[in-house]
């Protein structure tokens, strides 16, 4: 099975080629092609992959099949053709794009978050022309692949390459399985992966409702018992009042919607943003491994064997330490534990996907897909994110319970600002661009939203699409 990831010099790809190689299991995926527009970036990564089969080899079980084999392009077309799965993870403006969404936004006084708020509207109208360029070629290139949807505004952008691709492009997010796992594991469960989630909402904007273990929702005794509660990231991050007064658990992203003074505030207040601070991180990991060096001893005369691994586990290390520390910092909420460091594994979710795909092994995961009539507030093609079955045909969301109050009156008023972004970026119209900007429950003036846009529009020479009407 072939196998193409676009972002392919992106940080985080080693996560996806490291459950590549926990994959035995026959129509496994042999073949990987890496597609990125940074020649060098593909090469630091090639190196690290390289490094991360030979230690799998060394550590690995006898007669394990071979690593997929790893091939590197710039071209997209190239890339595209003969594949079975498109993993969609780039970044378009790089993790400089990403500071600056964020630096535009607190100079207004609004969130810069890249996901959330100004931060997340600014990404997605760079992001959504992009996104639907791939969709037509890979529509037209490699009609039979599936596209799995990393890259951010995760729900966003899988909904306009839907417009293009159908039910073949589907997003993926790990914070719903990560969130689930810790109630779970906070519950006591013995399987946590088998308990089942009743979570529902938007990307970054969604709340578990509900946790069943043999048909029985144990999420009431979560809420019972003060000192449970506060015992996992959720329960530190919102308190336990706050999370008992709402009677579900939220995504770690609401915190941004919760408490969204003291989250500006503490970026403002933040030696630097988190764009920022992964930007100059990544930028040392790249520079050393485009310089040779081993950066475990800069004045050794030749790389090591397997430097570029270390160099990179490093530095994932210390990137999911630092994960929203400032929300934690606003919140008072202390370092991440072992078991917060423990996400969904969106690498995980994604093999997942593949295997029930490709080999028909029915799953249920939480996805990013249609709503198909699902929740009751939106439209059939807007995407959502919820449970969902899989198997050979594909994801189709399971019924869930339905959103009401405070919940439904977001979900509803982020996805009319999905909208505009999604209009904007079909007809390049700046007014549109305005409007999802002023919309957005995180931004509290049209005038800011003028600004904002006027902002952005400074900081990337790609919105100059978006005409004055």
Not at 238 to 247: A, E, H, V
Not at 430 to 441: G, I, M
């Amino acid at each position: 099975m072939r196998l193409t990831i676009l972002g392919g010099g992106g940080f985080r790809v080693p996560l996806v080629y490291g459950a590549l190689l926990s994959d035995r299991a026959e129509g496994r995926v042999t073949h990987v092609t890496l597609h990125d527009l940074d020649p060098a970036r593909l090469a630091a990564i090639a190196r690290v992959l390289t490094d991360q089969a030979a230690r799998a080899r060394a550590e690995g079980v006898p007669d394990a099949p071979p690593a997929p084999e790893v091939r590197v392009t710039t071209d997209l077309d190239e890339a595209l053709r003969g594949a079975d799965f498109v993993f969609s993870a780039i970044r378009v403006g790089g993790l400089a794009g990403r500071a600056a969404d964020e630096r535009v936004a607190l100079d207004e006084g609004v969130l810069g978050q890249e996901t959330v708020g100004a931060g997340g509207i600014a990404y997605g109208l760079r992001t959504v022309p992009v996104a639907v360029d791939i969709a037509r070629r890979v529509a037209r290139l490699a009609p039979d692949a599936w596209v799995i949807n990393f890259t951010n505004p995760a729900g966003l952008v899988t909904e306009a390459m839907s417009r293009h691709l159908g039910s073949r492009v589907i997003g993926i997010c790990d914070s719903p399985v990560g969130l689930a796992r810790r109630v779970a594991r906070t519950l006591g469960v013995a399987d946590p992966a088998a308990a089942r989630a009743d979570y529902v909402g938007l990307n970054h904007l969604g709340w578990l409702r509900g946790l069943y273990v043999d048909d029985r929702d144990v999420l009431p005794e979560l809420f019972a018992d003060p000192d449970r509660l506060a015992s996992f990231e959720e329960g530190r991050l919102f308190g336990t009042d706050w999370l008992r007064s709402l009677g579900s658990v939220p995504n770690e992203y609401l915190h941004y919607y919760y408490f969204n003074r003291e989250a500006v505030t503490a970026y403002r207040q933040a030696k630097q943003t988190r764009g920022a601070f992964l930007h100059d991180q990544q930028a040392r990991f790249y520079d050393e491994l485009a310089a040779g060096q081993d950066p475990a001893d800069p004045a050794a005369p030749a790389v090591r064997e397997g430097a570029a691994w270390d160099a990179w586990d490093r530095t994932r290390a210390e990137r999911e330490a630092t994960y929203m520390a400032e929300n934690r910092e606003a919140a008072g909420a202390g370092e991440r534990t072992a078991d917060d460091l423990e996400s969904g594994g969106y690498e995980y979710v994604a093999l997942a996907l593949m295997r029930a795909i490709a080999r028909d092994e029915r799953t249920t995961l939480i996805l990013n897909v249609r709503n198909r009539g699902v929740l009751s507030i939106l439209d059939e093609a807007a995407v959502i994110e919820v449970p969902c079955v899989v198997d050979a045909t594909g994801a189709r969301p399971v019924a869930v319970s339905q959103l009401s109050g405070h919940e439904a009156g977001l979900v509803a008023a982020v996805k009319a600002v999905e909208r505009c972004v999604l209009a904007a970026g079909e007809s390049g119209s700046a007014q549109e661009a305005v409007k999802a900007f002023a919309l957005h429950p995180l931004v509290d003036s049209v005038q800011v939203a003028r600004r904002l846009l006027e902002g952005y529009r400074g900081a990337h020479p790609g919105l100059g699409y978006l005409r004055k009407d």
